[in-house]
């Protein structure tokens, strides 16, 4: 990982080039100790929501914010904050900081305002409105750090709300590449390859979500979190 010069809050540390951790309120310089903080405090953010305020309504950028915050508040001074900041990740450039304010009104109004909530839609329906939320999500990329874990949970409330189980992303982390070809078929807004993957996780459960199914569900949720390059403005 190369050194880069931090002009803002957002940016890595520069006296550890293999860290990969970015500046934090805890001082945690320890890759596996950040990531440990981070997936404790997503357990709790499942909790939050699955058991204290399960969204039966839209889902909005408001309450994307929120979460965000209120999950990384604790650990960064950007949580819950779009980001200002490039980002890209094997060649592949998300959607420039400039032009976030735009697309994310767009997401809003043609994705999230159409395809949430869930609730009395077929089983075929929910696949379609969780594979095209969640691809529009990652390559928005709207926060600085923690967007694939976000649009995880996301299509957990999604599918939860439509009556069946979150999603298992080990599944997912089997099929990266797959996984990857089909976040960039959504350029083009084709879905297809993410509704497969999305239709081979799908299980039907009985409401309300236990706490065992919680537990899982944020683990599952951490899988192998996107290291990301910056490019500052």
Same mark, same amino acid.
């Given at each position: 990982?190369?050194?880069?010069?931090?002009?803002?809050?957002?940016?890595?540390?520069?006296?550890?080039?293999?860290? +990969?951790?970015?500046?934090?309120?805890?001082?945690?310089?320890?890759?596996?100790?950040?990531? #440990?903080?981070? $997936?404790?405090?997503?357990?709790?953010?499942?909790?939050?929501?699955?058991?204290?305020?399960?969204?039966?309504?839209? *889902?909005?950028?408001?309450?994307?914010?929120?979460?965000?915050?209120?999950?990384?508040?604790?650990?960064?001074?950007?949580?819950?904050? *779009?980001? %200002?900041?490039?980002?890209?990740?094997?060649?592949?450039?998300?959607?420039?900081?400039?032009?976030?304010?735009?697309? $994310?009104? &767009?997401?809003?109004?043609?994705?999230?305002?159409?395809? %949430?909530?869930?609730? &009395?839609?077929?089983?075929?329906?929910?696949? /379609?409105? *969780?594979?095209?939320?969640?691809?529009?999500?990652? *390559?928005?990329?709207?926060? /600085?750090? #923690?967007?694939? /874990? $976000?649009?995880?949970?996301?299509?957990?409330?999604?599918?939860?709300?439509?009556?069946?189980?979150?999603?298992?992303?080990?599944?997912?982390?089997?099929?990266?590449?797959?996984?990857?070809?089909?976040? +960039?078929? &959504?350029?083009?807004?084709?879905?297809?390859?993410?509704?497969?993957?999305?239709?081979?996780?799908?299980?039907?459960?009985?409401?309300?979500?236990?706490?065992? $199914?919680?537990?899982?569900?944020? +683990?599952?949720?951490?899988?192998?979190?996107?290291?990301? %390059?910056?490019?500052?403005?």
């Amino acid at each position: 990982m190369s050194k880069y010069r931090i002009t803002n809050d957002e940016g890595y540390f520069t006296f550890d080039e293999q860290a +990969h951790v970015l500046a934090n309120k805890l001082n945690i310089i320890d890759a596996e100790e950040i990531n #440990g903080v981070e $997936l404790i405090l997503l357990e709790k953010l499942y909790v939050h929501v699955f058991e204290q305020h399960f969204p039966r309504g839209k *889902i909005t950028i408001a309450l994307l914010k929120r979460w965000h915050l209120q999950w990384l508040g604790n650990i960064y001074t950007w949580a819950g904050k *779009i980001r %200002t900041v490039n980002l890209s990740k094997s060649n592949f450039l998300f959607a420039a900081a400039a032009r976030l304010p735009f697309l $994310l009104r &767009g997401f809003e109004n043609q994705f999230l305002a159409k395809y %949430t909530p869930c609730s &009395g839609m077929t089983r075929e329906q929910t696949i /379609r409105a *969780i594979a095209a939320v969640h691809v529009e999500l990652i *390559i928005i990329h709207p926060f /600085r750090e #923690g967007n694939g /874990r $976000l649009a995880r949970l996301v299509a957990d409330v999604m599918a939860v709300q439509a009556g069946f189980a979150p999603l298992d992303y080990h599944a997912w982390e089997k099929k990266k590449d797959q996984y990857i070809t089909a976040i +960039h078929a &959504g350029m083009n807004m084709e879905y297809g390859l993410m509704e497969e993957l999305v239709n081979e996780q799908y299980e039907t459960i009985n409401l309300p979500v236990v706490n065992e $199914l919680i537990y899982h569900a944020a +683990h599952q949720a951490s899988f192998s979190p996107v290291q990301v %390059t910056v490019r500052f403005r």
